[in-house]
């Protein structure tokens, strides 16, 4: 049987490319149904501000008309002005267990950054580091938590017989509330009766004035992330982006501000896990009964996921950072929570491996983004 690689360009293939996990991982415990809308707005050139700079193409895969895989093949110009270099990406890759069919895959995403001029192409990446990113390679007996990816294990196989070679790893520890290191959270509260007299205090984000946070956010974000591995700063248009795709399932008990005499100078970011909820939402249809079940679940779930933390370097070392996990390691126990994934942690951050160790954190999940050379 033959292989076809065609783009997407209807509606109908949108649909069909967004759609097509839901049958792959249809008998597998542990799939997570991405949100339909929230899917279909990352791809939409119209509603996602990364096409303003930026531009990607879709593929679906099909063997005797039958859809066997996807993949997206992605130019970001943003990235490559801020890194110097010039690479594409591969991403939203899924495929059946089919060698030929992740190769005509692959080579449809090669060929794209080889005609946009690109030196490699790494991956995956949906569409950038903002978004969700990595592949599985470890930790496959638990669903993924909320924003985070999940493949079969078979995937690893398939990209690294391709020809793709690790480029970095990236960490997932489970922290859970019973055997959080209590020791290391007393500590944490010492440390801070000590900053607040430095006039540093710590409080909860202020959901009623949304927007003003998130502008305040914005800076601390792009500066704290600004020397990590594969980060690009977000266009505003692009961070606000992310804030709304965020603001349903954001909880303020567990979203934290630092600031000195009301200066914000970090942030620490816990979202409830909906992944909970939404592995029982069909197809990650919202509408018209899914969205009740995300909005009354959402104080029910047993996890949080730490998912964004950034301090002003000039703050750095001072114990922000422990502050912070103590304060969500705190609230999960207070909410009867189960405990926390702090996500993803680069496996060159040990400032933060060290931070999730302190507190009895265990690595249980390893994602990992590849790289390959365009041959010429």
Same mark, same amino acid.
Request: charged share 25%.
């Given at each position: 049987?033959?292989?076809?690689?065609?783009?997407?360009?209807?509606?109908?293939?949108?649909?069909?490319?967004?759609?097509?996990?839901?049958?792959?991982?249809?008998?597998?415990?542990?799939?997570?149904?991405?949100?339909?809308?929230?899917?279909?707005?990352?791809?939409?050139?119209?509603?996602?501000?990364?096409?303003?700079?930026?531009?990607?193409?879709?593929?679906?895969?099909?063997?005797?008309?039958?859809?066997?895989?996807?993949?997206?093949?992605?130019?970001? *110009?943003? =990235?490559?002005?801020?890194?110097?270099? +010039?690479? /594409? %990406?591969?991403?939203?890759? #899924?495929?059946?267990? &089919?060698?030929?069919?992740?190769?005509?895959?692959l080579d449809?995403?090669?060929?794209?950054?080889?005609?946009?001029?690109?030196?490699?192409?790494?991956?995956?990446?949906?569409?950038?580091?903002?978004?969700?990113?990595?592949?599985?390679?470890?930790?496959?007996?638990?669903?993924?938590?909320?924003?985070?990816?999940?493949?079969?294990?078979?995937?690893?196989?398939?990209?690294?017989?391709?020809?793709?070679?690790?480029?970095?790893?990236?960490?997932?520890?489970?922290?859970?509330?019973?055997?959080?290191?209590?020791?290391?959270?007393?500590?944490?509260?010492?440390?801070?009766?000590?900053?607040?007299?430095?006039?540093?205090?710590?409080?909860?984000?202020?959901?009623?004035?949304?927007?003003?946070?998130?502008?305040?956010?914005? *800076?601390? =974000?792009?500066?704290?992330?600004?020397? +990590?591995? /594969? %980060?690009?700063?977000?266009? #505003?248009?692009?961070? &606000?982006?992310?804030?709304?795709?965020?603001?349903?399932?954001?909880?303020?008990?567990?979203?934290?501000?630092?600031?000195?005499?009301?200066?914000?100078?970090?942030?620490?970011?816990?979202?409830?896990?909906?992944?909970?909820?939404?592995?029982?939402?069909?197809?990650?249809?919202?509408?018209?009964?899914?969205?009740?079940?995300?909005?009354?679940g959402k104080?029910?779930?047993?996890?949080?996921?730490i998912v964004?933390?950034?301090?002003?370097?000039?703050?750095?070392?001072?114990?922000?950072?422990?502050?912070?996990?103590?304060?969500?390691?705190?609230?999960?126990?207070?909410?009867?929570?189960?405990?926390?994934?702090?996500?993803?942690?680069?496996?060159?951050?040990?400032?933060?491996?060290?931070?999730?160790?302190?507190?009895?954190?265990?690595?249980?999940?390893?994602?990992?983004?590849?790289?390959?050379?365009?041959?010429?």
């Open positions: 049987m033959s292989i076809e690689i065609r783009k997407v360009e209807t509606d109908k293939e949108k649909k069909q490319f967004i759609d097509f996990p839901h049958d792959l991982y249809k008998t597998d415990p542990n799939y997570v149904p991405e949100i339909y809308l929230a899917v279909s707005e990352l791809i939409s050139e119209k509603k996602n501000p990364f096409f303003k700079h930026s531009k990607a193409s879709l593929y679906l895969a099909y063997k005797d008309d039958k859809i066997v895989g996807r993949v997206a093949a992605i130019i970001n *110009n943003n =990235y490559n002005k801020f890194h110097t270099c +010039n690479v /594409g %990406f591969f991403g939203l890759f #899924d495929v059946i267990d &089919d060698q030929e069919v992740a190769n005509s895959l449809a995403a090669m060929a794209y950054g080889k005609a946009n001029g690109v030196d490699r192409v790494l991956g995956p990446t949906n569409f950038t580091t903002n978004d969700t990113a990595g592949l599985l390679v470890e930790g496959f007996d638990s669903p993924p938590v909320v924003q985070m990816t999940y493949n079969y294990a078979y995937y690893q196989r398939l990209i690294e017989h391709y020809g793709f070679t690790k480029d970095m790893d990236m960490y997932a520890f489970w922290i859970p509330t019973k055997t959080a290191n209590e020791k290391s959270l007393l500590l944490s509260e010492r440390l801070k009766e000590r900053l607040n007299s430095r006039g540093i205090t710590f409080r909860n984000l202020n959901m009623k004035k949304f927007k003003t946070e998130v502008d305040k956010v914005r *800076n601390i =974000y792009r500066a704290a992330w600004e020397k +990590n591995w /594969g %980060f690009v700063p977000p266009t #505003d248009e692009e961070f &606000d982006f992310l804030a709304e795709g965020l603001k349903m399932i954001l909880d303020e008990r567990y979203a934290y501000i630092a600031e000195e005499n009301g200066e914000m100078i970090g942030f620490a970011v816990g979202l409830p896990d909906v992944n909970e909820i939404m592995i029982n939402v069909k197809k990650g249809r919202l509408f018209p009964f899914g969205i009740f079940k995300l909005l009354f104080k029910k779930v047993k996890k949080v996921r964004l933390l950034g301090v002003k370097e000039e703050y750095r070392k001072i114990g922000i950072e422990a502050i912070f996990y103590a304060n969500l390691i705190r609230a999960a126990q207070n909410n009867n929570l189960l405990g926390g994934e702090a996500s993803w942690i680069l496996e060159s951050n040990q400032m933060m491996v060290q931070g999730a160790e302190n507190l009895n954190g265990k690595k249980y999940k390893t994602y990992r983004i590849y790289t390959k050379n365009v041959a010429g």
